[in-house]
């Protein structure tokens, strides 16, 4: 009869399994694998050209403790000939007896009757010593081709060493000094101050954007209270009243080369209107949300629209067609800007990112994401190749057409809804508390900051400022507030340096990447 198998739990299967494992390998156990010297070998080169690559092969100028069997050695014929040197195995001349020549023609000379003159110890010593004194040696005041000599004459006796590496030694000496002129901060340009002379009221809602006209006559703004109202700039008068959006005017815009007037709203409409009728004569429709911006083309008859679709559209003004949907955002497009040069379209997102857009292909070129926070507001600079964009974070400019980063303006930790900018580089930011932020756009310098005072009547907390731009000439500031209010700003004609001088505090400047 068989014997009887004994089952075991599936606990005790795998300890046994582990003990035969254990008892396998036990004997092996805290033995390192024997190592590879060409792997070692390869690791040790990667990581001294990691950590000293630009510096690993730079030849050295100066070199007295170089051997004079050294030299001798290492220099190739041509250049022994050229340099005047000797070669004690070749700079010999056979003779025959004790004439210098063959005493006829075809006599041979024979190696026991060939003698061997050579040049004297001293006159090679002398010669030798020479050529390291005026070769080697780069002393203070040497000319430029004593250097670049000596080190064509390194080249020569190590010519296994490349010759980028003295390059690479040059760029980063330079790039020493540009770090260390880019530490000094230049100074700031005087402005004269801004102060408040004319407050508008008419509105009945927050005021929430505005748009100059090129003529420089009159303003419009679009509010709350669903309605669009144009004003004399001059005295601040109300001309003209246009009603027709069913919810709040978000963005306005007006056409410098047509008589149109261009309109957004949170009821997902953009609208065109005549202003020789004074009525709507198209609407584009393709939003599928709040339209929260708009902006013209300033060369062709373009629309760009934007919203909280995280989209921004293109649309042809005569045809009412959509051209192209501008998709990438992931959050609410806050703003866009247009351009005749390139980039023809920006946009900033509360996704934090700025994209810069390619018009004819309808595609992103680039994305800026130096940002931490929702970017709200851009605005291009009428004179120079930039823009800037503003974030609670901080101020950004940027370089077009890449779009590379230049500075940070910091001091106005709020969070920005507008910026404007005047041909003087004068550059305002409005905040949503209320505050105005007065900058000097070359050097970043805040030379002024402003509380706007609230309407009697009204709240602390509707203090905010919602828009704001310059007229076309640069002297009067527009801005639109959340207490119904519209405030137009002029600069000081009393002011002078002396009595608002410039208090400016060189600092060293951090170079910052972000």
Not at 57 to 74: A, G, N, R
Not at 416 to 423: E, H, K, P, V, Y
Not at 504 to 514: D, H, L, Q, T, V
Request: charged share 25%; aromatic share 8%.
């Amino acid at each position: 009869m068989g014997e009887e198998v004994v089952k075991h739990s599936v606990h005790t299967l795998v300890f046994r399994s582990l003990k035969r494992s254990h008892d396998m390998f036990v004997y092996d156990e805290g033995k390192m694998p024997p190592a590879d010297d060409k792997s070692l070998r390869t690791k040790m080169d990667v990581k001294a050209f990691d950590q000293y690559g630009p510096v690993l092969d730079i030849p050295d100028m100066q070199q007295p403790e170089l051997s004079h069997s050294h030299i001798v050695e290492e220099l190739d014929p041509v250049d022994e000939l050229k340099q005047g040197e000797f070669d004690m195995g070749r700079a010999g001349v056979t003779v025959e007896g004790s004439h210098p020549y063959p005493s006829e023609p075809g006599v041979q000379l024979s190696e026991e009757s060939a003698l061997v003159a050579l040049p004297s110890e001293r006159s090679v010593n002398a010669t030798l010593e020479e050529f390291r004194q005026t070769q080697l040696k780069a002393p203070e005041g040497s000319s430029v081709s004593d250097i670049h000599r000596a080190a064509r004459l390194q080249e020569r006796i190590n010519p296994n060493r490349k010759n980028n590496r003295s390059i690479v030694s040059v760029q980063s000496g330079k790039q020493l000094m540009d770090r260390i002129r880019a530490h000094t901060a230049p100074k700031p340009q005087w402005h004269p101050p801004w102060k408040l002379y004319r407050v508008i009221s008419g509105h009945t809602g927050w005021v929430r954007c505005m748009a100059l006209d090129v003529s420089n006559q009159w303003f419009c703004t679009g509010s709350n209270d669903r309605m669009i109202k144009i004003w004399d700039l001059a005295t601040g008068t109300l001309k003209l009243t246009l009603t027709g959006h069913v919810s709040t005017v978000r963005g306005v815009a007006v056409s410098p080369r047509h008589p149109y007037l261009f309109s957004c709203g949170e009821d997902k409409t953009v609208k065109c209107w005549d202003l020789e009728y004074n009525k709507v004569v198209r609407h584009y429709h393709g939003h599928l949300s709040a339209c929260y911006g708009l902006d013209l083309h300033p060369a062709i008859d373009v629309l760009v629209t934007c919203g909280r679709d995280a989209t921004a559209r293109v649309w042809d003004i005569r045809s009412n067609a959509c051209i192209h949907t501008l998709t990438g955002h992931t959050n609410t497009v806050a703003d866009v800007k247009c351009q005749a040069a390139e980039p023809q379209v920006i946009t900033g997102s509360h996704d934090t990112t700025i994209r810069i857009w390619d018009l004819a292909a309808g595609k992103s070129r680039a994305t800026l994401t130096n940002h931490k926070k929702s970017v709200r507001s851009l605005v291009f600079h009428p004179k120079l190749y930039m823009f800037a964009s503003a974030s609670p974070d901080n101020i950004k400019q940027w370089k077009c057409p890449e779009g590379n980063f230049i500075q940070n303006l910091t001091g106005h930790n709020r969070i920005i809804n507008s910026l404007a900018i005047n041909q003087d580089n004068v550059l305002v930011s409005g905040g949503d508390d209320g505050s105005l932020t007065f900058w000097d756009w070359k050097t970043g310098y805040l030379f002024q900051r402003i509380h706007s005072p609230v309407q009697p009547g009204s709240l602390e907390s509707e203090a905010g400022i919602y828009s704001c731009g310059f007229d076309m000439s640069g002297s009067r500031l527009i801005t639109t507030d959340a207490d119904k209010t519209i405030k137009v700003y002029k600069e000081d004609e009393t002011a002078t340096e002396e009595t608002h001088p410039v208090v400016w505090k060189p600092e060293i400047m951090k170079s910052k990447s972000y």
